[in-house]
Nanobody, 123 residues
């Protein structure tokens, strides 16, 4: 499975962006798909995750109510709609996938990663 992200860019605080992550290859290897991010000088953190079979969604506390993760199973693509963006959302955003995860926010559970797409939010 290869993951290709797109949709990053620069936006002012309060604005919106939608990230996309297209997964190619076997769908069995991407039941769980997630977004992680790493801001400048910060530790990487999980943002949101969704599952193909269960359909469950999880969000990190800092983005709840502002970000929405969704998935097009036919296209094997996951999206991250981001609204009410804040400067602290500035980060490189990475798409991750795995056939199975135990803990949605644990990066080591994911074995496939994209190259990342930069999101910059200015105040």
């Amino acid at each position: 499975v290869q993951l290709v992200e797109s949709g990053g860019g620069s936006v002012q605080a309060g604005g919106s962006l939608t990230l996309s992550c297209a997964a190619s290859g076997s769908t069995s290897g991407s039941d769980a798909m997630a977004w992680f991010r790493q801001g400048p000088g910060k530790e990487g953190e999980a943002v949101a995750a969704t599952y193909r079979q269960r359909g469950a969604k999880h969000y990190a506390y800092p983005v709840k109510g502002r970000f929405t993760i969704s998935r097009d199973n036919a296209e094997n693509t996951v999206y991250l709609q981001m609204s009410s963006l804040k400067p602290e959302d500035t980060a490189m955003y990475y798409c991750a996938a795995s056939a199975r995860v135990r803990t949605w926010w644990w990066r080591n559970d994911y074995d496939k990663w994209g190259q990342g797409t930069q999101v910059t939010v200015s105040s």
